[in-house]
């Protein structure tokens, strides 16, 4: 069984570019998460889907974040216009239902020159 | 403010060594405490453990919740290289099962 796969694994843009980061979740995973570390510090939270619909985007840091995940299946992280304190390892996690065991994707890791 | 704190940050000790991992939280609207561990990249499931004094164990590891003194610990015996890893304590809360996360134990094992 296939887990959480994120794409890409590496990216490297300038300050002020738009960087797209995708999270496939396990299928039949309802439950979608995006977390970050920025370097130094602890893994935060971003955002929470059921499905489609947004549950909780408190963590997401500035309007600079933008997260969709149209159908309920993929989802979407998009950076636009990033800045320097945006580089760090961007997680996605799936889970199959609240409480249920939360899968975690191998990390975007994003570097902001 | 909810937070979770790991002791120690990090740990070195040899191959053979039985270790002790710390996790002390405070949060409202606790649902359960995980263990991970995160070698190169993803961080991968251990434990998931939701009521107190009952320990899981999973080969070497084993882990057990204190929710009166809000705190877990990770205890790994007879340690091997393979050991070595940032070891993540995450807290699950809210109504919708946030992980609030620790910032990590390093461990590492000399052979």
């Known amino acids: 069984e296939a887990g959480v796969t994120q794409f890409p694994s590496h990216s490297v843009i300038e300050k002020g570019q738009t960087v797209t980061l995708r999270c496939d979740p396990i299928?039949?995973?309802?439950?979608l998460y995006w977390y970050r570390r920025v370097m130094g510090k602890e893994i935060k939270f971003l955002l929470h889907?059921?499905?489609?619909?947004?549950?909780?985007e408190s963590g997401m840091p500035n309007n600079r974040f933008l997260a969709e995940r149209t159908g309920g299946t993929y989802s979407t992280l998009k950076v636009q216009p990033a800045e320097l304190e945006d580089s760090g390892v961007y997680f996605c996690?799936?889970?199959?239902?609240?409480?249920?065991?939360?899968?975690f994707g191998e990390g975007s890791w994003l570097t902001v020159v | 403010e909810d937070k979770v704190v790991q002791s120690p940050l990090s740990l070195v000790v040899h191959e053979g060594d039985t270790v002790t991992l710390n996790c002390s939280y405070e949060?409202?609207?606790?649902?359960?405490l995980l263990w991970y561990k995160q070698e190169k990249k993803a961080p991968t499931f251990l434990f998931m453990l939701?009521?107190s004094g009952i320990e899981k164990k999973s080969g070497r590891l084993s882990s057990i919740l204190d929710k009166k003194e809000l705190f877990s610990i990770l205890n790994i015996t007879a340690t091997q290289t393979g050991d070595s890893a940032i070891y993540l304590c995450?807290?699950?809360?809210?109504?919708?099962?946030?992980?609030?996360w620790g910032a990590g134990t390093k461990l590492i094992i000399k052979p």
């Open positions: 995450a807290v699950e809360a809210n109504s919708n099962y946030q992980l609030i």
């Open positions: 939701t009521s």
């Open positions: 949060v409202t609207n606790f649902r359960s």
């Open positions: 996690a799936s889970s199959e239902g609240l409480g249920n065991t939360i899968y």
């Open positions: 299928s039949g995973h309802d439950n």
């Open positions: 889907f059921v499905k489609e619909s947004k549950q909780d």
